[in-house]
């Protein structure tokens, strides 16, 4: 079955910038995503990314995919603390049978002042 | 333009009554997605639903559990006789036909079973 897996926990300083990491096995993966999670709060879709495509950039985001990898990579430039929350990758197939997402098990980073 | 909605935020149940969820999409949109999180956890596909229609319900445990999307009104998960595993956020997501691949989380519902 599909697995994405994510580290725990990230922590920077207030400024620096953020690289959170995500591997996946599906290689059927269509679309890659990452949401945002705030304490208590629903997901916030940031951005994704086609599985054709290497690399997005949006605003402070960069989204970088390795599909012989099997790699996707989340960069936060110049962190703020209003950045501090849980980072959920996630890859769906995407057929004509709907497009339920896979997650990971979140990163929460945290910034320092 | 609302984003999509749930209610109740919050749901405290006692072990063996009954839970109802409810999610209204965003505007436009006639496809949801239940998804559940357990505490520590990312989320967990349950069950794809179009107006009328289950369409992937792979993710739903074998009882207890229901989800139905009728032609008005709100999506609703329901769960029966409710056990204090079942405690988790319950989160839907709502789409475009045709641009599922953008998919709109509510805020959840947090259930705790006591």
């Given at each position: 079955?599909?697995?994405?897996?994510?580290?725990?926990?990230?922590?920077?300083?207030?400024?620096?910038?953020?690289?959170?990491?995500?591997?996946?096995?599906?290689?059927?993966?269509?679309?890659?995503?990452?949401?945002?999670?705030?304490?208590?709060?629903?997901?916030?879709?940031?951005?994704?990314?086609?599985?054709?495509?290497?690399?997005?950039?949006?605003?402070?985001?960069?989204?970088?995919?390795?599909?012989?990898?099997?790699?996707?990579?989340?960069?936060?430039?110049?962190?703020?603390?209003?950045?501090?929350?849980?980072?959920?990758?996630?890859?769906?197939?995407?057929?004509?049978?709907?497009?339920?997402?896979?997650?990971?098990?979140?990163?929460?980073?945290?910034?320092?002042? | 333009?609302?984003?999509v909605?749930?209610?109740?935020?919050?749901?405290?149940?006692?072990?063996?009554?009954?839970?109802?969820?409810?999610?209204?999409?965003m505007?436009?949109?006639?496809?949801?997605?239940?998804?559940?999180?357990?505490?520590?956890?990312?989320?967990?596909?349950?069950?794809?639903?179009?107006?009328?229609?289950?369409?992937?319900?792979?993710?739903?445990?074998?009882?207890?559990?229901?989800?139905?999307?009728?032609?008005?009104?709100?999506?609703?998960?329901?769960?029966?006789?409710?056990?204090?595993?079942?405690?988790?956020?319950?989160?839907?997501?709502?789409?475009?036909?045709?641009?599922?691949?953008?998919q709109y989380f509510?805020?959840?519902?947090?259930?705790?079973?006591?």
């Amino acid at each position: 079955g599909e697995d994405v897996e994510q580290s725990l926990f990230l922590s920077v300083r207030e400024g620096d910038s953020s690289v959170i990491n995500c591997t996946y096995t599906d290689s059927s993966s269509t679309y890659l995503y990452w949401y945002k999670q705030e304490p208590g709060a629903g997901l916030q879709l940031l951005t994704y990314i086609f599985s054709n495509m290497d690399m997005k950039q949006d605003q402070r985001l960069t989204v970088l995919l390795n599909k012989k990898d099997k790699h996707l990579s989340l960069r936060i430039a110049d962190t703020q603390t209003g950045d501090s929350a849980i980072y959920f990758c996630a890859e769906s197939p995407n057929n004509n049978a709907g497009n339920m997402l896979t997650f990971g098990g979140g990163t929460r980073l945290m910034v320092k002042p | 333009n609302a984003g999509v909605m749930q209610n109740p935020r919050h749901l405290v149940r006692r072990r063996g009554q009954e839970a109802r969820l409810r999610c209204s999409p965003m505007k436009g949109h006639s496809h949801v997605y239940w998804y559940r999180q357990l505490p520590e956890e990312g989320l967990k596909f349950m069950v794809y639903l179009q107006k009328e229609n289950i369409i992937d319900e792979s993710g739903m445990p074998k009882e207890r559990f229901s989800a139905e999307f009728p032609k008005e009104g709100p999506s609703i998960l329901r769960i029966q006789q409710v056990v204090r595993g079942d405690s988790a956020a319950y989160f839907c997501a709502s789409s475009r036909p045709g641009q599922d691949y953008e998919q709109y989380f509510g805020p959840g519902t947090r259930l705790t079973v006591t």
